[in-house]
């Protein structure tokens, strides 16, 4: 950030820390809040520990009064994409900190792929690669998490101004996404991240599930009786597998 940079440090962390944090060195606020596709990205591999879910979501009040348009965000999505193609992904943290600096020891992940959810399309997915557990014990400690069964909540750490109107803070122009850290309470209602095997296999096995999915709504749409709607039905089984 530069020295005179108004904007806010919009991180997206646990609900209850949403104090307002004057840096000394840089006059800039920082709010706290809790907060594509379906395959391999590139550089990532089979055995890599995989993780996937909604990280953001547009026009929709999050819990801390807080709404990102969808122009801002998909500008976002789009610059960071870039970013992703050239360095391979974007590091995020174990928890959030108080500053737009992503700290290398507190890595636990990196983001690998983004892109809008085809079906929710206000909703931002992602694919993150989480970092080998035996050398990064902040990777470590979210490899336990998700071993045990427990939600990895994840939200959105940004610079940026808001303007309040009608007791919503929503997100300007001037916003630029830093990255998204794995927090205990994520604002964005749903920003759960699960375990994700991704391969070639898991990506077709997917997609005919989903035209499978959509056939199945056409079919019922035409109205025919069940014994028929089953005999269409089985046979569309036998076409996709």
């Known amino acids: 950030m530069l020295k005179n940079d108004k904007r806010q440090l919009l991180i997206e962390s646990p609900i209850g820390n949403s104090n307002l944090l004057k840096f000394k060195s840089q006059d800039t606020k920082s709010l706290t809040e809790a907060v594509g596709g379906n395959h391999l990205p590139e550089g990532v591999k089979d055995s890599s520990i995989l993780i996937k879910g909604p990280v953001q979501r547009a026009n929709a009040e999050n819990r801390n009064g ?57 909703d931002m997915m992602a694919i993150a690669e989480i970092l080998d557990p035996s050398l990064n014990p902040n990777a470590g400690i979210a490899v336990s998490i998700i071993n045990a069964g427990l939600p990895l909540g994840i939200s959105s750490r940004g610079l940026g101004s808001v ?32 375990h994700y095997k991704a391969n070639k296999i898991n990506e077709e096995a997917e997609k005919k599930r989903d035209i499978k999915s959509d ?24 076409l996709i597998w």
Not at 170 to 192: F, H, K, R
Not at 222 to 236: M, P, V
């Open 163 to 194: 303007d309040y109107r009608d007791g919503i803070d929503v997100v300007c122009e001037d916003y630029e996404m830093v990255t998204w850290d794995l927090v205990s309470d994520p604002s964005t209602q749903g920003a759960i991240m699960k």
């Open 66 to 122: 807080r709404i990102y348009p969808y122009s801002i965000l998909n500008r976002e999505l789009k610059r960071l994409d870039e970013i992703i193609n050239i360095n391979g992904g974007i590091l995020g943290e174990l928890d959030h900190p108080e500053n737009p600096i992503v700290e290398m020891q507190r890595v636990p992940m990196a983001i690998r792929r983004l892109w809008w959810d085809e079906k929710a399309q206000n």
């Open 215 to 238: 056939i199945e709504k056409e079919i019922k749409a035409w109205g025919f009786n069940d014994n028929k709607e089953k005999e269409l039905s089985n046979l569309l089984e036998q």
